[in-house]
């Protein structure tokens, strides 16, 4: 199989992806006891933890997929 993509740029983004992926689920619990401390939810709150935790969520599981990959080959 031919390499179109050099393995260190591909091992940084997955490294990055990982890292975004955990700090847009760090920001999503964050998001959450910010709300539970004020009570009342903001009408986009809603939409705030949909991407939070569904982009974190997302993006943390192609990093560590791509990582994955990177090892077995």
């Known amino acids: 199989m031919v390499q179109t993509v050099d393995r260190s740029f591909a091992r ?3 490294y990055k ?8 689920i760090a920001c ?3 998001l959450l006891v910010a709300l ?3 009570g ?5 709150a809603g939409l705030g933890l949909a991407i939070f935790f569904g982009g ?3 993006t ?3 990093g560590l ?9």
């Open 17 to 24: 992806r990982i890292i975004t992926g955990s700090l847009s």
């Open 40 to 44: 009342s939810a903001p009408p986009l």
């Open 65 to 73: 997929r791509l990582r994955r990959e990177l090892l077995r080959s």
């Open 60 to 62: 943390l599981r192609d």
């Open 28 to 30: 999503g619990v964050g």
């Open 12 to 14: 940084m983004v997955a």
């Open 56 to 58: 974190g969520a997302w």
């Open 36 to 38: 539970a401390l004020r």
